[in-house]
């Protein structure tokens, strides 16, 4: 189980380093959640971390939530004496304090410059990291520490970048350029107009619709025939009886 586990977290860490440029030392933010959880299950997080994402690991928190561990009292001194020992990071909530979780969230945007990981069992703080993109998750569950798959955020945002549609303007026109120098954007043209052409009409279909309206139109004038052939025929015969009556006469 511990191998299973040891090898997810050697492919997430792949994962963002791979696409978002972590490097070491990782920086950890860590929230009083975390840190109670840590001592109710004896996790030495000093020790532990390092060895579980690969690599040295720097352990921080913010003002905000060492005041709101200090606010808690004491049923949280234990996680508040943990989280004075790491590193505490410049937030911009130094004259008016938020909570633990809106001051975390505050550190990781804009695309999370500073590579953050997030260190919480807050459910609600973990689901809005999760709405961002790049920024690695960590929780305890059942006395061992665990960094949480990519979320469908990063993936989508890596995904963009794979199919080119995050690349930037100078390199478009770069690609451009080469193009034109190798003359593959003039073979591109010339297919797209051959394309063009062979979706023109059918030049039988079009004799066909004419050879229709010749009929049509040739079925009329056949009629006036017949009509005239009936018209001389009445009156030669009107004209052979008038004969005969005078002949009789």
Known sequence: MKLT????????MGFYKHNFHFCE????????TFCQAALRNKIQIREQLPGYLGGPTQLCTTRCVLKELESLGKALYGAKLIAQRFHVQNCSHRKDPVSGS??????IQEGNPHHFFIATQDQDLANKVK???G????????NTMVLDKPS????????????????????????????????????EGEKR???????????LSCLKKKKKKTQEGQEPSAEKKKRRK????????????????????
């Open 5 to 12: 586990r040891q090898k997810h977290a050697k492919k997430n």
């Open 135 to 142: 920024v690695p998750l960590l929780f305890i569950i059942q």
């Open 131 to 133: 709405k961002k993109a």
């Open 230 to 249: 009936r018209k001389r025929n009445r009156v030669k015969g009107e004209a052979v009886q008038s004969v005969q009556k005078n002949e009789e006469e």
């Open 102 to 107: 809106a001051c975390l969230l505050s550190m």
């Open 25 to 32: 030392p990782f920086q950890v933010l860590l929230d009083g």
């Open 193 to 203: 107009r051959k394309r063009k052409r062979a979706g023109g009409p059918n030049p």
């Open 152 to 187: 469908p955020k990063s993936l989508a945002f890596v995904q963009k970048l794979q199919t080119s549609q995050l690349v930037p303007e100078h390199q478009k026109q770069s690609i451009v350029q080469l193009k034109e120098k190798e003359g593959l954007a003039k073979q």
